[in-house]
């Protein structure tokens, strides 16, 4: 049985509120958050000048990046030197809301002594992400090692990792990349000892499990005397790869491509294939794969002037566009930085145009063919007075992209970050000037990373020096363009036998649909949840309140999400809200002790029929008692605090033992 209603905000405090544009909008949303008193699991900061510090403890973290992990969460790699004389790599995981999936300040990748630098990471399978780096252990030369890591934190190769290189070469330079089946590919630069060793562009194939299949040294690509840098690997739709490098002879820099079959062998002649035209400078690149097995390259090209060029390749190494490429743009000013998003087999391009003492972003999108099918020059993502420059791409989910950057419009020392929203049709979603991101007045801001969250919307994660401090801080826009979930303020308490839910939702778009889910208290980790209850909206107001009541038939812990879905289909998830409820329940019922995991202290909520003399016994993961608690307690609903003083971090039980009722129950203690 279940009751619900729905009615928009009235009173003394909004009733006379009205929402004429789309900036109130979000300063009511901002209102809401800090007004109401929800209790839930959220961590994004709802105002982008303040945004939310991800990693505590940090030193000085560089080479930061961060990858989605298919549910709304990301892993983040960096570079830090915490013990103060040697550079470390580091991890953390977060989860969709923001939460700190193991431990807040981060672990390292490895078991090895270090030092390690350059981490490069990727998505990989479900929960995971891959991660090479550079590790000087065990040789001054430096080796390249890999490692696959856990949302849990844990790892599922060696605690060292996997090495890849073992000769006195140097690595100078290497990719990471996973295809659909979950093999893994890198690709690396070894300059072999003395000054006229030579450069061998080399391969390894690792399988899911760990196993390396090429040779232990790798399997050689290309190699000859030429400086060559900046390499990719890109898998193929078979059990190959595509490796990509630039080559530089003279003052000349090329492109370079080979294939390699599913043993490491190249495909292609003896000679690799030209992507760039060799008359011309070539200062960076971007490849990314192509649905139907071909490989979009991008490049920008030192001429007069500095211009962006693309090219589509085959698997048999032959230009499917103009030979040596075709030019993106024809408008004035130098093009630099291309970053390439590939959705639906469409090509999204955004590039930088430098003109004068400004410059601005652009984005272009291109069938498979590379016909252009916006404007012939591009649409200006931001085209504003200042600097507008350093940008990342990612789709949105809905056929269009999302495009951040760094943004010195702002007359002050350092920039901002600005991130707009473009539809498939070339129209900007949000403001018309950008969205803000991350504007902390005047502070230095850099490494930038974008992710999806898998709900329309994008995290960006970057470095913030704030009181001369480095600190690595992260902001969630949902694709409404604002920084808090449409539905603000859920909430759960109880109200004599039954659970009141209620939150408040702004922004809706159409006919939106509110599903009401319970998952209730499990010995697995994940929750089963089970729909309660369904809202249609009226869609009256702005801001709506929406209030139901659910009579559970279940006691104990529980758990309550809210999930928005709108006219066009696109889904929203709220926080979840954790509750204890006993009702009146004939039985003992133990809840689920919060907060879990916690660092200091937490509280064991149970509920007695009737009086009894109560034990509750706690253990380590050895089994071992370390503490225990014998007490009287009254009918009703009791609590035991437990402090975690003297502890280290990991998973602890306790067991609930009165008259001929026993349960067990698992803690877990973080730093």
Known sequence: MYHNYFYTVTGTLLENLTVPNYANYILLLVFLCVFL?????????????INTKLVIQTSDPINISAVGDDNGGSFIFWQDNKNGFQNEVYFMHLESNGRVSFRADGKRI?????????????????????????DYSLSGTGNLYIQDVQSDGTFLWPDEGIRLTSS???????????????????????????ITGDYRIMAQKISPGGKLLFKSEGELVYSSQTRKSMTTVIPDDGSGAF??????????????AQHIDYTGKPTWLKSPESISSVSHNVLT???????????????????????????????????????????????????????????????FLSWTN?????????????????????????LPVIKYRGEQFGQKIMSDGRDGAIVAWIDGRVDSTYADIYAQRINKNGKSVWDSLGLPVASNYNTAKSYLSLVPDESGGAIAIFQNTRHSKKDIYGQRIFYTGTYASQIVGFNTQIQNDSILISWYSANERGSTVYTIERAAQSEEDSLNWKAIGRINSSGKSPVMLYRFADYPDVTGTLYYRIIQYDSAGDKQTSDISRINYFGAS??????????NPFSDSTTISFYLPEAGDVTVEFFDDHVEKISEVDKSFPAGENQI?????GLKPGIYFYRFKVNNFVDVKKMVITN
């Open 37 to 49: 008193s929800a209790v839930t699991f959220g961590q994004w900061s709802n105002n982008p000048s």
């Open 110 to 134: 490895t078991s090895l002594e270090g030092p390690e630098e350059n981490p490069v990471g990727v998505k990989y399978l479900s929960n995971s992400a891959l991660v090479l780096w550079t």
């Open 168 to 194: 006195g070469s140097h690595a100078s330079d290497y990719s990471l990349s996973v295809n659909d089946s979950g093999y893994v590919f890198v690709s690396y630069v070894l300059k072999e000892p003395g």
């Open 243 to 256: 490796i990509l490098w630039v080559e530089s002879t003279g003052s000349r820099s090329t492109i370079f």
């Open 285 to 347: 690149y971007v490849a990314k794969k192509f649905p139907s097995g071909e490989v979009y390259v991008v490049w920008q090209m030192q001429k007069s002037n500095k211009d962006i060029y693309h090219q589509l390749i085959n698997e048999k190494g032959k230009d499917l566009w103009s030979a040596g490429g075709r030019l993106v743009t024809s408008i004035s000013g130098n093009q630099v930085n291309p970053q390439a998003l590939i959705s639906n087999s469409t090509i």
């Open 354 to 378: 430098e003109h004068g003492n400004d410059k601005d972003v652009y984005i272009q999108k291109f069938n498979k063919e590379g016909k252009p099918l916006w404007n012939k020059a591009g």
């Open 586 to 595: 004939s039985d003992v019922v133990v809840a689920q002790n919060s907060p």
């Open 641 to 645: 605090v437990f402090y975690s003083q």
